[in-house]
């Protein structure tokens, strides 16, 4: 069965400090991957999705995240973070014969001024 | 409307009462997913329609959990006799049938609180 594992679960840096954030996934076959943002009080939004090509995706906002297939891994980054990139961010995993979409348990970022 | 419609926004109800959520696609689309946010937990999948086919409801975690869509629409999700473990937010999305390009899109949800 697929799974998705964020390791960091609370991450706090001052602003312009560079981000990174840990995605790893379990699946053997071809996979779509996706990454969503929540910011306080809001609905999830899509920041970034990656399904062929290039595997450095950038999205919105500065962000971009890498596809390794090697590691399994989709992490996302950006190299200076604002004090309104506070949010939850959410990985997530679709096996490309299924219907369903995996999340991970999120990571929550917290941007200090 | 422009986005997911998800009501209420809030339901607090007594353990063992039923309830129903309610969740209004995007027009147009074709696929509604429910998923059930849980704190520390991420977003747990419930079920899955996708046009007139047979729903998925594999992340359904009891029988006391159902969901209906009608007329490739509205869908609601119930919950029977309700206990304090439901207690989450329920999410609702939507996408087009080439989900894949577009990506969901989430309504705001309902957060549930089971007393």
């Known amino acids: 069965a697929q799974s998705v594992s964020q390791h960091n679960h609370h991450v706090i840096l001052s602003e312009a400090a560079s981000l990174e954030l840990g995605c790893n996934y379990s699946y053997g076959g071809t996979v779509n991957l996706f990454w969503y943002v929540q910011y306080p009080g809001q609905h999830l939004q899509l920041l970034l999705k990656y399904f062929s090509g290039d595997p450095l995706v950038k999205g919105i906002k500065g962000f971009e995240a890498e596809f390794i297939k090697s590691k399994f891994s989709f992490n996302l980054r950006k190299p200076s973070v604002q004090w309104s990139d506070t949010a939850e961010y959410f990985c997530a995993v679709n096996a490309r014969n299924t219907d369903k979409l995996i999340f991970g348990t999120g990571t929550r970022l917290q941007v200090f001024p | 409307g422009a986005g997911v419609s998800q009501s209420p926004s809030n339901k607090v109800t007594e353990k063992g009462k039923d309830v129903e959520l309610r969740c209004d696609p995007i027009s147009g689309h074709t696929a509604l997913y429910w998923y059930r946010q849980s704190l520390g937990q991420g977003l747990e999948f419930l079920i899955y329609?996708?046009?007139?086919?047979?729903?998925?409801k594999s992340g359904l975690p009891s029988d006391r959990f159902s969901a209906e869509r009608t007329g490739g629409s509205v869908s609601t999700l119930t919950i029977q006799r309700t206990q304090q473990e439901d207690s989450a937010v329920y999410l609702c999305a939507s996408s087009v049938r080439d989900r894949w390009t577009s990506g969901y899109t989430f309504g705001s949800g309902t957060r549930l609180t089971v007393v």
């Open positions: 329609f996708q046009g007139n086919s047979a729903p998925d």
